[in-house]
């Protein structure tokens, strides 16, 4: 090659070498044409060679395909596995309400006052908040087992074993759950009195779903000083529409001393931090004043953790979570299904079979999806074949 | 004596006879590395856009279409493309040379000054003591002797106390830098016509 730049000279080696190679591909080519036996053509291939049948590329392919399927299938479904939920309906119910529609014409008691409790409910709460204090145990109307109860710093307590003023000091996270039974054809009117009520007491309704409109759950969010007022309107409701309490479980998370050793830690920390500003104001080289900045770094980022876990914590403190479940009188409560924790063998073999078939299920619906995309992309590549074929044929 | 082909000959020829290319690459491999220079300032940089781009038409000349364009117009529409790629990441890749086995090689020492010799800093020795100010100061010191004052690799070893390939290397690495700057401002590199 005529030039005095070696690279160019060698790039020409490389180049020439390459295209010797290639001449011997088309060459072999060539031969397996020209020989025209009988058999199937074999044309040697750049790269990988390739002929047999590799069963178990094809088998590894399946399974690709399959676990695609199954997480297109999975995702497409949300990740989730709840079960059908006309929630939708039922918050068109919980909508009417607070938005003040002409369905509050029905609420029971629909006053600016708090409804006072019936004398029945109040006396058989006070009842089984006085036997509960005795028993020094969980609170626990009906056939409904507490949750709580034996984990450290979490307790289980009736509604009056916490008082209404808990002091600055005390920091406590109280969650209820209380299940109601009520007349038959009166499901509307309970989720829209549970909705009022939670108004009434400056909350809302956070999460809400229903089955039938006859039976189902909603999560309010009261705040924490309003939460007692809250169950003890919950029970009268069930009163006003001629049912009773199923189940009640009060449970309180004694976060104080969390909340007393996060603030601890973070005094330190801050004091830490203008610390070292301090030297790093007064550092000399560049070295030690990146060293510093890296260690104020550390420390904002563990300032900003504990202020972030206290803000969830404040959160949680300020405002209590009540879950209510409302259901008709001959609606049977829904079964929970087998113990997830500690299943039986039973339970496990149940456990079993669900899993397989939502895996089918997933696969199923995965494959819903890639199939059009796999007919497509397989038309696509039988045209492009077709072109080429037609192209060779001109050259 | 037999008339010598034209390039859209030789690019066609080559799907069979693939000897043909690296007649064409000998006819215009020197041009098209003084493009590239030209455009990145860098001897390396434009060595292996070079070769880079030669694997890639070979990989790809069975896509040329005759449409009544110089075969060369279709070789340089692939450099743009290179340099173009290189302009928004900063790195030249070697995904055409290894996709046909071929070596990713250093660029030889002696190479450096004939590849800067290919490349006319006369239309931007203003714009690229501007950009200066922007480099290391090893870097900015190596660019100053060399392209400002135009000293020779070895007095600008011997005045910067180092070797003269660690001087290269210096005066290359800030040539990209400064091309990649200029190129962000938009900055004209060179005065060349494009193939």
């Not at chain 1, 609606?331 to 063998?345: A, F, H, K, L, M």
């Amino acid at each position: 090659m005529n030039t005095e730049i070696r690279s160019l000279q060698l790039l020409d080696d490389d180049l020439q070498a390459v295209a010797a190679r290639e001449r011997d591909r088309l060459a072999s080519i060539d031969r397996a044409l020209d020989a025209g036996s009988g058999g199937p053509r074999r044309l040697p291939r750049r790269g990988r060679g390739g002929g047999n049948r590799n069963w178990g590329g094809m088998a590894a392919a399946l399974v690709v395909v399959l676990v695609l399927a199954g997480g297109i299938g999975v995702l497409s479904q949300g990740g989730g596995d709840d079960s059908a939920d006309s929630g939708g309906q039922f918050r068109e119910v919980a909508d009417a309400v607070s938005g003040g529609g002409g369905s509050q014409a029905e609420l029971p008691a629909p006053t600016a006052a708090p409804p006072p409790a019936t004398d029945r409910d109040r006396a058989a709460f006070e009842a089984n908040t006085s036997e509960e204090a005795a028993l020094g145990a969980q609170y626990s109307v009906g056939d409904q087992a507490g949750t709580a109860g034996g984990s450290s710093g979490r307790t289980s307590q009736g509604i009056g074993a916490v008082p209404a003023d808990q002091g600055d000091l005390t920091k406590i996270i109280r969650d209820g759950r209380i299940g109601i039974v009520i007349a038959d054809g009166s499901f509307s009117k309970g989720v829209a009195g549970v909705t009022q009520i939670a108004r009434r007491n400056g909350g809302f309704v956070l999460e809400s779903s229903s089955r039938d409109e006859r039976s189902g759950a909603l999560t309010l969010r009261i705040p924490a000083k309003r939460f007692d007022d809250t169950m003890l309107a919950l029970r009268a409701l069930s009163g006003q529409l001629e049912g009773e309490v199923e189940f009640q479980d009060i449970t309180g998370q004694d976060v104080t001393a969390e909340f007393i050793d996060l603030g601890a830690r973070l005094d330190i920390l801050q004091d830490r931090r203008e610390l070292l500003r301090d030297i790093q104001a007064e550092a000399t080289s560049s070295s030690e004043i990146l060293r510093l900045a890296a260690l104020i770094d550390d420390v904002t980022l563990q300032i900003e953790n504990i202020q972030g876990r206290l803000n969830f914590l404040k959160d949680q403190v300020a405002e209590a979570t009540i879950k209510v479940e409302v259901r008709e009188r001959d609606v049977q409560r829904e079964d929970p299904g087998p113990d997830t924790e500690n299943p039986s063998i039973a339970d496990s073999f149940e456990l079993a079979v669900q899993g397989f078939l939502r895996i089918v299920g997933a696969i199923v619906i995965g494959l819903g999806y890639l199939i059009p995309l796999g007919v497509i992309a397989l038309l696509v590549w039988g045209v492009l074949t077709l072109v080429r074929r037609r192209d060779r044929g001109a050259n | 004596v037999p008339e010598e082909r034209t390039d859209t000959q030789l690019l066609i020829a080559s799907r069979t006879e693939p000897e043909a290319f690296t007649e064409l690459y000998r006819r215009h491999a020197e041009d098209l590395l003084r493009y590239f220079a030209r455009r990145t300032l860098d001897p390396e940089t434009a060595a292996e856009l070079t070769a880079e781009t030669f694997a890639e038409a070979f990989a790809s000349r069975a896509t040329y279409r005759d449409q009544g364009v110089n075969g060369v117009a279709w070789l340089y529409g692939i450099a743009r493309h290179r340099l173009g790629r290189f302009f928004r990441s900063g790195r030249v890749d070697a995904a055409a040379r290894r996709k046909l086995g071929m070596p990713e090689r250093d660029l030889p020492s002696e190479d450096y000054e004939r590849i800067e010799d290919l490349i006319d800093f006369t239309p931007i020795r203003e714009a690229l003591a501007e950009a200066l100010e922007t480099l290391s100061p090893d870097q900015r010191e190596a660019m100053r002797l060399r392209v400002i004052d135009g000293l020779g690799y070895a007095e600008v070893a011997e005045r910067l106390e180092c070797t003269e390939q660690n001087a290269r290397q210096r005066v290359s690495r800030g040539l990209k830098k400064l091309a990649l700057l200029l190129q962000e401002r938009g900055m004209q590199l060179t005065t060349e016509v494009e193939a």
